[in-house]
């Protein structure tokens, strides 16, 4: 392992036993095929419970509708992608020639996906408590407090409370295609849900931008049916 990684190792205060998942998180699919993707996918879930914890601690006044709310400001790309700075994750991120040129490793999307990886990667590596301890200490730093539910709501948070508010389940995301070159690919994503036996597709930069996409298609479908 490179003097790199394991300095990465020492600011996330976790080294890894398979050190092979933390090279795997920081490997973009432009780079690979061995890419970080699918811990990313892993990461996005984990992110969510682990900072799900720690609002039910923080903000124990709050119903949920306000906790949900609070905590799509906190996961959203703008945030991933300073916590990601601050770690120098592009300093280590692996890129194909394309993307380099491209300026990927300054790129919001990558680094907050990368983020999210190696979340999904210490996940695997040591089990869900140390992964929520790594998301507490990122978060640690980031204001949390009840103002920020009048902060403005994506679609994805939106079509949520709509589901929440009525007792369904909440949406299924799935990548269904990725169009273009590794280094500027678009993703589309569909979302499905199934109580009412509706899908929607939506199309993106990134997973995260297609499945803003594909959640604003179905609360446009929604309101043209008069449900919300």
């Not at 300093?91 to 380099?100: A, F, Y």
């Not at 929607?200 to 499945?211: D, K, N, T």
Request: aromatic share 4%; proline share 3%; charged share 25%.
């Amino acid at each position: 392992m490179t003097d790199a990684l394991q300095a990465l190792q020492d600011r996330l205060q976790h080294h890894f036993s398979n050190p092979s998942l933390l090279g795997q998180a920081l490997t973009h699919r432009s780079f690979s095929a061995d890419h970080n993707e699918r811990l990313e996918f892993l990461g996005d879930s984990v992110l969510s419970l682990a900072i799900s914890s720690l609002l039910y601690e923080r903000l124990s006044g709050l119903p949920e509708g306000d906790l949900s709310r609070i905590r799509a400001n906190l996961v959203k790309q703008d945030t991933l992608h300073q916590l990601s700075v601050e770690l120098r994750l592009p300093e280590v991120v692996r890129l194909g020639e394309g993307e380099v040129r491209s300026g990927g490793s300054k790129r919001p999307s990558i680094l907050a996906d990368a983020l999210e990886a190696v979340i999904g990667a210490v996940y695997l590596d040591a089990g869900f408590l140390a992964a929520e301890s790594l998301v507490h200490r990122l978060f640690n730093a980031v204001e949390i407090n009840p103002q920020m539910q009048a902060s403005a709501k994506d679609a994805k948070t939106e079509l949520q409370e709509w589901l929440q508010g009525r007792k369904m389940k909440l949406p299924l995301y799935r990548v269904v295609g990725t169009m273009g070159m590794a280094h500027k690919q678009t993703f589309d994503v569909e979302c499905e849900i199934i109580e009412i036996n509706l899908i929607e597709r939506g199309i993106g930069g990134s997973r995260r931008a297609g499945e803003q996409a594909a959640a604003a298609a179905m609360l446009q479908t929604l309101k043209s049916k008069g449900l919300a």
